[in-house]
């Protein structure tokens, strides 16, 4: 992740603990951390480029909505 | 950690070929840019945010004015219509990676920044610019190689844009974060603590993570079917709309309100800078009564000096001028009128006598009677001896009117003379002192700016209602947007439970599920970083501020606390909590020491490791807070750029010794001669760089009293 923002990792981290990882499937706090990295990526590029970024975070949350279905997530 | 190594411009303003190089030891991260006022500090702090950001970087002119970046005494006779300007960085980064066994392992590159622009120069000051996309290479064991992504991808991500005032930082201009209007410097603030802390790009996320989840929460409900769900989606939804109306509302009101008290701070300064001048329409109202004045003036000169001309036909100035004479005259007649002899009787007597046919002694005067031709022998013998004697006569009473008068001979009329001549030269000065006014006041209008200032105070008036106005539209949506959201989270939580209830695995439900949990992470994070995190950088700006300031004795005793409050605001708090205006209540040591305690405690709580190029740090600071606020930039500083006056360097030169890794000396040729001593090499303007440090000059930058100032000695190794 880009300089400036690596301290909003720990964050994430921090905020990603109240997640209940039981209730969904194993390592999910790990996945979702990888998405919300590639969406801040995103955002950031977003903000020197012009990308589809609407297109791009939905498709990052879908992703991860993937890895639930995936892991046999009983909702 | 980006660290710059060395920077090289050609053509870019005043730097017509200069190369610096710069500290990169962390035993000693500072570098020292020794330089003059118009010498090319702040041209090199705007060259190195060009190079790194391109033409967005650039100021903004007044007036609407693009700003140059070719010399600006460049000759196009002798070196034609077209510049290249070039910029060439070399700098370093250091990244942390994870290896495969979990752990993290620092990374480094070493790039090479290039950044050309050309301006085609036209008549007078128009050009025109043509800036090509940067070029970044990487230092590979084959050389410089071309880096595959957008270089300025990459370069943001190493150094934001939103970041550059913060690590590129003109000492006077980073003022404006505590001296301007309070929703102007409120807004500043908050951006740069929304761009340090990477506030902004985490909202940014949410909105579009919060817009996925609302897309896909349609999509599920028309997987799912029902009237409830489907209405209560069809609401959340709208609630989902009406939240970012009103935020949008809330986030424009706000900047209106920036906005304005910008433009105010700008109309009152224009104002000011007017009024210093005179207001232009009360000069006018001025000359207008001025010139009635003089035309009153001319009035009363003209009628005065009639009324003292007509004195000089006044009958009293010729019994003043025949005094003596008239008093003679009369002296000479008083004894004949006590004789009887004037005046003379006896010939209207006779007259009278023989009308009436009757002598006095009763003796008929009838015609051919003797006494009747005795009568008129008498009256023929006496007639001329009586012309003389009624001639006489007539000059004594006349004489006897006057008499009275001439026994204060002049009084009446020297006091007349007196008064009327008083009038004149009042009235000449009355004409005088208009003319004088209207003089005066021509003057001061030609020297007023032609600036309407009736119509900036209507500016004023306007902006200043517009900013209550935006006040209240920011209040009134904030109060709707904590309103909606408190009725979503009761529709969430109904749909949720229905959602629960049909206990149906899909897809949808998953991707809403992930979204949803993407949006808590998200939220989660914002609160940090709009609370504790905004209270770590107050804290952290206090330390730094009060260990700056404590060895001031005037300010020390004053001030208790600096902080940033929940709405952005920087406030001082002196001693019984009286709350300070930076502005006002501090000197402006302590608002530069509070403006770099603010700097310095961003960039260290946002964990940015970036150079910090400081131009006129110690500007307005004297004594041990001038060495508290460089030995707290160094400390805290990664690497330390300073751009400083001989008169800022005044003082600190033992510190500048212990820390300083590399040093140079700028000088500008248009200073030969009245400032520079030897004359420069070049006949054009430039900036010339000497590699004198702190405590050193040679031919090349030596000034009018550098040889006997003596905290420096002569270098001799001089190379141009």
Redesign the interface.
């Known amino acids: 992740m880009a300089v400036n923002v690596r301290h909003l990792t720990h964050l994430f981290r921090e905020q990603a603990e109240v997640i209940d990882e039981a209730a969904r499937i194993p390592s999910y706090r790990l996945e979702l951390l990888r998405h919300l990295t590639a969406v801040i990526e995103f955002e950031q590029e977003n903000r020197v480029r012009a990308l589809p970024i609407q297109q791009r975070v939905t498709e990052e949350c879908t992703r991860l909505g993937g890895k639930l279905e995936e892991g046999n997530w009983e909702g | ?2 660290e710059i190594v060395e920077a090289h411009f050609q053509n870019y303003r005043l730097l017509r070929d200069t190369r610096v190089a710069f500290s990169t030891g962390r035993e000693r991260p500072l570098t020292v840019i020794r330089a003059e006022n118009e010498s090319g500090k702040t041209t090199l702090l705007t060259a190195l945010q060009w190079a790194f950001f391109g033409d967005d970087a650039l100021p903004t002119l007044r007036g609407g004015q693009r700003y140059r970046l070719h010399p600006l005494d460049w000759d196009t006779s002798r070196q034609g219509r077209r510049v290249e300007i070039r910029a060439e960085v070399t700098f370093r ?1 250091r ?2 990676t994870t290896t495969p066994t979990g752990g993290e392992q620092e990374l480094e590159n070493e790039y090479v920044l290039q950044r050309i622009a050309e301006e085609q120069l036209g008549d007078g000051n128009a050009f025109d610019r043509f800036t090509r996309q940067p070029t970044l290479l990487q230092r590979t064991q084959a050389g410089y190689t071309p880096i595959e992504t ?1 270089p ?2 990459l370069i ?8 550059k005032d913060v690590f590129f930082t003109d000492g006077d201009r980073a003022l404006a974060f505590i001296e301007a209007s309070q929703d102007a410097k409120r807004e500043r603030v908050r951006n740069a603590i929304r761009s ?3 506030l902004e ?2 909202e ?2 949410q909105k ?2 919060a ?3 609302s ?2 929460r349609r999509a599920n409900s028309a997987a799912q079917g029902g009237n409830d769900f489907d209405r209560l989606t069809s609401e959340l939804n709208g609630l989902d709309d009406e939240i970012e109306a009103a935020e949008a509302r809330k986030t424009a009101a706000r900047s209106a309100q920036a906005r304005l008290g910008e433009e105010i701070v700008v109309y009152n300064e224009r104002l000011e800078r007017a009024l210093v001048k005179g207001d232009r329409e009360a000069l006018s109202q001025q000359l207008r009564r001025a010139q009635d004045d003089r035309e009153a003036g001319e009035h009363a000169v003209a009628s005065s000096i009639r009324d003292y001309a007509a004195l000089f036909r006044d009958s009293a100035l010729a019994l003043n001028l025949l005094a003596p004479v008239i008093s003679q005259a009369h002296a000479l007649l008083q004894p004949l009128h006590a004789q009887g002899r004037i005046p003379s009787t006896f010939i209207p007597l006779l007259q009278e006598r023989l009308r009436s046919g009757v002598c006095i002694c009763g003796r008929s005067l009838a015609d051919g009677t003797p006494e009747h031709r005795h009568v008129l022998d008498q009256l023929a013998g006496r007639q001329l001896e009586d012309e003389a004697n009624d001639r006489l006569g007539q000059l004594f009473y006349r004489a006897e009117t006057f008499i009275d008068t001439l026994s204060n001979p002049g009084d009446r009329w020297v006091a007349q003379l007196r008064m009327r001549s008083a009038r004149v030269d009042d009235a000449r000065r009355q004409r005088k002192r208009a003319e004088e006014t209207i003089r005066e006041t021509q003057l001061m209008l030609e020297q007023v700016p032609d600036v309407d200032i009736v119509e900036l105070r209507r500016q004023i008036k306007d902006a200043t209602e517009q900013l209550t106005k935006q006040a209240q539209e920011a209040v009134l949506a904030e109060a709707e947007f904590i309103g909606l959201a408190g009725k979503k989270k009761i529709v969430e939580r109904e749909r949720e439970q229905i ?2 209830s049909q ?3 899909s ?1 949808q ?7 949803r ?2 949006l ?3 939220n ?2 914002i609160n ?2 709009r609370g504790e995190k905004l209270n770590t950088v107050s804290d952290e700006m206090n330390r730094l501020f009060l260990d700056m300031i404590v060895a001031d004795p005037d300010q020390n005793a004053i001030i208790r606390k600096a902080e940033i409050t929940p709405d952005y605001d920087i406030i001082v708090t002196g001693s019984r909590d009286r709350r300070l205006d930076p502005d006002v209540d501090l000197n402006g040591a302590s608002r530069r020491a509070l403006t770099i305690a603010f700097i310095l405690a961003l960039t260290k ?6 150079p910090n190029i400081i131009d006129t740090p110690l500007g307005m600071t004297a004594g041990q807070v001038k060495r508290s606020i460089l030995e707290a930039a160094v400390r805290e500083s990664t690497q330390l750029v300073l751009l400083l006056t001989r008169d800022e360097i005044h003082r600190t030169e033992d510190l500048l010794d212990k820390y300083t890794g590399s040093a140079c000396t700028f000088s500008n040729t248009a200073h030969y001669p009245l400032q520079l001593v030897n004359a420069p090499p070049f006949d054009d303007q430039r900036v010339m760089v000497c590699p004198c440090n702190h405590r050193q000059y040679c031919a090349t930058c030596e000034r009018l009293h550098d040889a006997t100032d003596g905290t420096l000695r002569q270098r001799t190794d001089t190379v141009r």
């Open positions: 950690m980006l980064f990244s942390l957008n300025a991808v943001d991500s190493m150094i934001p844009y939103s970041l340090l802390l990477g790009l985490v940014a996320a579009h993570v817009k996925a989840l897309d896909l959602l629960k206990r149906k695995l897809r439900r998953a991707n809403e599920q992930a979204a949990d993407l808590a992470v998200l989660g994070t940090v970083l709580v946002s964990e940015t490791a970036a």
